[in-house]
DNA sequence: CTGAAAGCGCTTACAG
DNA sequence: CTGAAAGCGCTTACAG
């Protein structure tokens, strides 16, 4: 005999076809689907024996809420943009990690974006993407973060954004700090206290919000302890292993090569590893070296990299919790603490 | 004076504070949403003259269709998933690139998901994931790919999907293959053609697909030049540097060591190079080491490693793009072709 | 080739 | 605390 077409009013049908929506729920729990909505949405002028009954019956039902008709009513979708321009695969995907860490069971989910921020019209793609999707906000990642235009322009559309930088840029509550600063100057506690003084610097750009503080970070801890670099032992590098490569050349070079030198980012200092290994430089006996990530890589070189950590997992968690809290509770500026990781690229200077 | 509530009937709105519907689109041509529909889903049910004044009109205002209506009734959202387990940072990214190389323009987004394979539920909570968000389709990425249980459940509640493996294990228009055993055959041929007989193998796990196929691509490979390897000189590994390192002090400890070692992945080539460094055996004088993936990590070790590189962000391409084509339109079973670079970490055994 | 009606599964005012 | 009506911006039958 041919099936029911519709629903038998009489029983609970744990299992259906077509997935539960929320007439399904209303009809049988005996409510209004204003009541299952209230229930959806957390209100609280729902009672609490309805609540229950109805949030039982869900479960029973297997229901959830289809986000494309949640969406649509609300304007608004279910889904955090993850935008960024062009870090190393190990800081995105951690950087993910994190934020599906607290997206997770949220109903929320993760769209990547990654772009070109030299590309002209970068700041009308991501509106573009961020006004089509109907995103329910964005994180932004270093170094799209530092833009001024793009919050700008996100900010003009009314998108909720939280950026992840190196300093405080923006209102508290968009704001996740990473205080760079702060990690290049343990660094320089660090080597001041092996006893070296004649350092060498190789930064990522200068105009990388993350390179200015580490950058000056660096110096100014030196300063504190009465060691003043002069301009030949700071090279701007790119943040890439073959601009580490040409920077630790220039560097090294010299008749008198410094006794340390620290790097803007791990992968400038695999580019100082690979020179000290051509020129047959010792590490860290004739030279020590620091990076900034502490990615895989650090780990994988030899000797292995002493090297600043940034906990990029937390700041992806926090980032994407901040985004999905509700509106009217302003959350005060969150911030991470790099910190350094010792391992066998440093001694004292010889 | 009060703004126009009712955009006027006789100018076209360039700029509009709400965005444009299909309703502003078919009033402003002066025909029904429903001959919009059509335009928008590339209906060939539409006069030419018709179709390029509409089109026209939606490239003047501005408008683009809402995908969460859209969505709402085709019972189907634009968002294609990425579900994988735990590969390398590199390969996801490079996946991820790959895949919005094809999405890009096309309307469709890319939701990433990150799983536990081993976790018992994993499958389930795939399911969720998928049916909730009512994605468009799913890329199965390694290993993940392999296991037939989530093949099946999707298949089961008619969930289109891609899976990325090393060899062809589904219906071709749902299979992109890697040809594993293809690259790993080019590196027993090379080592053999440089000289080495007496050759140590560390492989992935043995129930990874990848391994398998790299594994017995290699040893065909070697016996049909008439070189045979004792069991002695294959030692299992987990594709992670601290497996490689553990495999390679068995592999090498022995007083007759091999003059080459091919390992299933660059992380664990690292580990032999760890090894190496550690027990004074020069690479490659000593002992010639070949890596499979071509990471960055390749080029970052000393000396720069031989490996074989897997076109992941081709691959990523592939999969995207066969997700998004007309489901009727059944495309041959694609594949991407691995290839050995050759770099410093081989020579002639000594 | 084109259109009017009904519906996708939710939420927002507006009442009570 | 609860509900009936209208609407979010599209598409799917069904007609013509």
């Given at each position: 005999m041919p099936a029911a077409k519709k629903t038998p009013k009489a029983t609970v049908p744990v299992e259906m076809k077509r997935p539960a929506t929320i007439n399904d729920i209303a009809r049988l729990a005996g409510v209004s689907k204003k009541t299952v909505s209230r229930i959806i949405n957390h209100s609280p002028l729902v009672r609490q024996d309805t609540r229950e009954k109805v949030e039982t019956l869900m479960r029973e039902v297997g229901y959830s809420p289809d986000p494309l008709a949640r969406g649509l009513a609300f304007r608004r979708s279910f889904l955090i943009g993850m935008v960024y321009d062009n870090p190393t695969a190990q800081f995105i995907v951690n950087m993910q990690y994190g934020a599906l860490d607290s997206l997770r069971g949220s109903g929320f989910e993760l769209v990547v974006h990654p772009c070109d921020s030299r590309s002209p019209d970068y700041v009308d793609g991501v509106r573009r993407f961020v006004q089509q999707q109907k995103l329910h906000g964005v994180m932004l990642v270093p170094r799209v973060s530092e833009d001024p235009a793009l919050a700008a322009m996100l900010d003009s559309i009314g998108m909720r954004y939280v950026r992840i930088a190196a300093v405080s840029m923006d209102r508290p509550e968009r704001m996740v700090v990473t205080h760079d600063h702060d990690g290049a100057a343990e660094v320089a506690d660090y080597l001041q206290s092996l006893g070296h003084r004649d350092i060498g610097l190789i930064t990522g750009p200068r105009d990388y919000r993350s390179s200015i503080e580490r950058t000056g970070g660096f110096l100014s801890a030196l300063q504190k302890r009465g060691i003043e670099l002069p301009k030949s032992r700071i090279v701007e590098a790119g943040y890439t292993f073959e601009s580490g490569v040409a920077a630790a050349e220039k560097l090294l070079s010299g008749k008198k090569r410094p006794t340390a030198v620290f790097c803007g980012n791990d992968e400038m200092a695999a580019g100082v590893y690979r020179v000290a290994m051509r020129e047959g430089i010792?590490?860290?006996?004739?030279l020590s070296v620091v990076g900034y990530d502490d990615s895989p890589l650090a780990t994988r070189l030899w000797p292995p990299l002493t090297s600043v950590r940034r906990d990029t997992r937390d700041t992806g968690r926090i980032a994407a919790a901040m985004l999905i809290q509700p509106e009217d509770d302003l959350r005060p500026l969150a911030s991470v603490r790099p910190h350094l990781i010792l391992r066998d690229s440093c001694q004292p200077p010889g």
């Amino acid at each position: 005999m041919p099936a029911a077409k519709k629903t038998p009013k009489a029983t609970v049908p744990v299992e259906m076809k077509r997935p539960a929506t929320i007439n399904d729920i209303a009809r049988l729990a005996g409510v209004s689907k204003k009541t299952v909505s209230r229930i959806i949405n957390h209100s609280p002028l729902v009672r609490q024996d309805t609540r229950e009954k109805v949030e039982t019956l869900m479960r029973e039902v297997g229901y959830s809420p289809d986000p494309l008709a949640r969406g649509l009513a609300f304007r608004r979708s279910f889904l955090i943009g993850m935008v960024y321009d062009n870090p190393t695969a190990q800081f995105i995907v951690n950087m993910q990690y994190g934020a599906l860490d607290s997206l997770r069971g949220s109903g929320f989910e993760l769209v990547v974006h990654p772009c070109d921020s030299r590309s002209p019209d970068y700041v009308d793609g991501v509106r573009r993407f961020v006004q089509q999707q109907k995103l329910h906000g964005v994180m932004l990642v270093p170094r799209v973060s530092e833009d001024p235009a793009l919050a700008a322009m996100l900010d003009s559309i009314g998108m909720r954004y939280v950026r992840i930088a190196a300093v405080s840029m923006d209102r508290p509550e968009r704001m996740v700090v990473t205080h760079d600063h702060d990690g290049a100057a343990e660094v320089a506690d660090y080597l001041q206290s092996l006893g070296h003084r004649d350092i060498g610097l190789i930064t990522g750009p200068r105009d990388y919000r993350s390179s200015i503080e580490r950058t000056g970070g660096f110096l100014s801890a030196l300063q504190k302890r009465g060691i003043e670099l002069p301009k030949s032992r700071i090279v701007e590098a790119g943040y890439t292993f073959e601009s580490g490569v040409a920077a630790a050349e220039k560097l090294l070079s010299g008749k008198k090569r410094p006794t340390a030198v620290f790097c803007g980012n791990d992968e400038m200092a695999a580019g100082v590893y690979r020179v000290a290994m051509r020129e047959g430089i010792s590490v860290p006996r004739e030279l020590s070296v620091v990076g900034y990530d502490d990615s895989p890589l650090a780990t994988r070189l030899w000797p292995p990299l002493t090297s600043v950590r940034r906990d990029t997992r937390d700041t992806g968690r926090i980032a994407a919790a901040m985004l999905i809290q509700p509106e009217d509770d302003l959350r005060p500026l969150a911030s991470v603490r790099p910190h350094l990781i010792l391992r066998d690229s440093c001694q004292p200077p010889g």
